[in-house]
């Protein structure tokens, strides 16, 4: 449960003095629910104003605080503004003008009157001139800061009325116990915390004080992954070590790399363990690791355990499903699917069979991990394409049952190290570094987008060949609609080029619609797939050589890297044609030319983190994980490291959670919402 001292700061915002109805759903709409987010909604810059008795040539360009008297007002025909003509103290003539709402101008600015007025000093012809300057009454002049934060705002909310509510969250915000360690705090010159939180806030210019609040976040998740890890070891599982019997009976299209044979060693290893494996598979496009991941479950099936295949799509899931039915059918391995799409009687069977034991492997969707979902005795939970699977599913999956299982989790791509120990901090990692033989590098070009002709002509070629191709279309915005429009407006128009040979697959399409498809695409009778990016992970067609990406550059370079790996699987050439706009950022360009240069994903990963930050590559569909808030893609690069060294230390030397710093640590916790590890030392 929540410290009662933090409890004032995770009150709603309705509770703060003059929040209403109406400015309540403003701030809902920036996300501002609790007065904590007003805390964490830090400032992106500020106003600098010079205070003036009178204007002078050398102000102008800048943010002034004059002290103005109103002589003469003239409005303008049509839509043109409201003029007001003032005097300063030396008898300069300041023209004050006012587009919107002249009314209020009136108002705010009788003549004879004199007004304090804020705002920027232009040169407009032969006049200086401000355009919808702040006026308030002569007594008012302590409103007017020479140095304000500027926040992120919505419709209807100014600057100044937001700084009044995080001021008034900041009155809420306690005194809390130091958890950062002593010499370290020292070492960088970091105030407390509340201090820190105050200073960000009156000025946002102060590197060290947002340097010492993202530390703190970054603090917070990893402590909780390594309470997790530490929860985790803790618990008993099932030590399961196979025989070989069944592994021997496998008939493999090729040896094993040598870095095959290592992982497998690593897992086996782990598994034999009574502490419940925690391992995190890297690997390159086609680097063999579902292989791999197959031989983990024949580990835990010839030791008598059950084992489960999650897969992040549903294509996906059913391709894995026919593969390893292939193989493993004729060795009496029993393998089974259930996705969303089983209903009825087929579900029920699946069911069964798993609380019996009578299914030995499970392949499906998240919906193998349903609470009514029962196994008889579930030995291996293999997570294929870790991103949309996070730490929070991770829980569930070691809460579920008495005995966790053994987690192996298999990235699509490789990761960077600094996401590796933010993301997956809990758990030991193990690198494919090799690829298997016999598979051809992929040849990348890159091509304007007004030489879109000569690619179908290109592609006609190849299909008169009898070759296949896919052709992705680029992401028109974060709208799977505006994807699928694009993806259908294409099809059309290559279905007039070639028809009966087009198919297409989107994510608004219904499961067996798409899966009919990619079944018709595999067996040959469609020569050309267009798709969106539902493509991206593991599907795989040998006989497709050609990959042809429109609109490249709206692409992250992992995204780019994975979509290559779909061709090049067969024996035949293979080439990635990368179309590009004719207007490309530095970044965009960038990111083209590494993926002509490159096809290695471990390179990729740290220039994609580069050039993208974390929280594109890990993708937003990352379910109920706590984003970084506080710490930038930088700052969480930068200070991962150090606040990993820190939270071990923690654990080896100052006595955990229970010792002084721990105690203060947990207030750490439950401030950045990564509470999630207390309850589970609780409970564990």
């Known amino acids: 449960m929540r410290p009662d001292l933090l409890n004032p700061l995770f009150t709603e915002v309705e509770a703060l003095k003059g929040v209403g109805p109406q400015v309540a759903r ?129 419709e209807g909310m100014t600057n100044r009325r937001l700084r009044e509510l995080v001021l008034a969250a900041l009155e809420r915000a306690p005194d809390l116990a130091e958890w950062v360690e002593p010499s370290l705090k020292a ?79 690593e897992i086996r290893g782990d598994m034999a363990q009574a502490a419940p494996m925690l391992r995190l598979l890297q690997g390159d496009v086609g680097s063999g690791k579902t292989l791999v991941a197959l031989l983990a479950m024949l580990n835990a099936v010839e030791a008598g355990a059950q084992a489960a295949l999650l897969a992040p799509t549903e294509i996906l899931a059913r391709q894995h499903h026919a593969t390893l039915l292939k193989q493993l059918d004729p060795i009496g391995v029993r393998v089974a699917i259930l996705t969303g799409r089983e209903k009825g009687r087929s579900r029920d069977s699946v069911l069964m069979g798993l609380a019996s034991g009578e299914i030995d492997i499970l392949i499906g969707t998240h919906a193998i991990f349903q609470e009514k979902v029962g196994y008889r005795n579930l030995g291996l939970a293999v997570i294929d394409e870790q991103h949309r699977f996070g730490v929070s599913q991770r829980l569930l999956l070691s809460a579920k049952g008495e005995r966790p299982p053994h987690l192996l989790v298999m990235t699509a791509t490789p990761i960077p190290r600094t996401l590796t120990l933010t993301q997956y901090g809990e758990m030991d990692v193990s690198r494919i570094d090799e690829m298997p033989p016999g598979r051809t590098p992929v040849e990348t070009r890159v091509i304007s987008d007004e030489r879109l002709a000569d690619v179908i002509d290109g592609l006609g070629r190849h299909v008169a060949a009898g070759g296949q191709a896919y052709w992705v279309c680029p992401l028109v ?78 692409f992250g370079l992992a995204q780019l890297h994975q979509l290559r790996g779909r061709v090049g699987r067969g024996e035949g050439k293979s080439t990635c044609l990368l179309i590009r706009g004719q207007t490309l950022s530095e970044t965009g360009r960038a990111r083209l030319a590494l993926m002509r240069e490159t096809s290695d994903g471990f390179r990729i990963a740290e220039e994609d983190l580069r050039l993208r930050g974390p929280g594109e590559i890990l993708g937003t569909r990352q379910s109920g994980e706590a984003a970084f808030r506080l710490a ?25 959670l229970a010792g002084e710093r721990g105690q203060a640590a947990r207030l750490c916790l439950y401030l950045f919402e990564r509470d999630q590890a207390v309850d589970l030392l609780r409970s564990g």
Do not use: C
């Open 632 to 656: 930038s893609p930088e700052q969480v690069a930068e200070l991962a490291q150090l606040a990993t060294d820190d939270a071990q230390l923690l654990l080896d030397r100052d006595g955990g």
């Open 26 to 154: 403003q701030l809902h709409k920036l996300g501002l629910t609790r007065a904590v987010d007003l805390l964490f909604h830090l400032p992106t810059g500020a106003i600098d104003r010079m205070r003036a008795t009178a204007a002078y040539p050398a102000m102008l360009g800048r943010n002034v605080i004059l002290d103005l008297t109103p002589f003469e007002m003239r409005s303008s025909p049509g839509r043109g503004p409201l003029r007001v003509y003032t005097s300063d103290g030396d008898g300069n003539v300041v023209t004050l003008a006012y587009f919107n709402n002249p009314g209020w101008a009136k108002k705010q600015l009788p003549l004879g009157q004199t007004k304090i007025v804020s705002g920027r000093l232009d040169q407009y012809g032969d006049q200086w001139q401000m355009v919808h300057p702040e006026v308030l009454e002569p007594d008012k002049a302590a409103e007017l800061p020479l140095r304000e934060p500027v926040y992120p705002l919505t």
């Open 187 to 265: 070492r960088e010159g970091w105030k407390a915390w509340r201090a820190a939180l105050a200073a960000v806030h009156s000025d946002p210019a102060v590197t060290e004080v947002r340097r010492r609040l993202s530390y703190d976040e970054v603090f917070a998740n990893q402590l909780a992954l390594l309470l997790l890890r530490q929860v985790s070891r803790r618990k008993r599982g099932v030590a399961l070590q196979g025989d070989g019997r069944l592994t021997a009976k496998l008939n493999l299209p090729y040896s094993l790399t040598g870095a095959q044979r290592r992982v497998v060693e």
């Open 477 to 554: 915005e974060e709208s799977e609609n505006s994807d699928a429009a694009a993806a259908e407006e294409r099809a059309a128009i290559l279905r007039e080029r070639f028809p009966g040979k087009v198919g297409l697959v989107h994510g608004r399409m219904k499961g067996p619609d798409k899966d009919a498809v990619m079944a018709s695409f595999a067996a040959g009778e469609l020569a050309v797939l267009v798709a969106t990016t539902v493509i991206e992970v593991g599907v795989d067609v040998p006989n497709s050589t050609l990959m042809i990406i429109e609109g490249a550059e709206r």
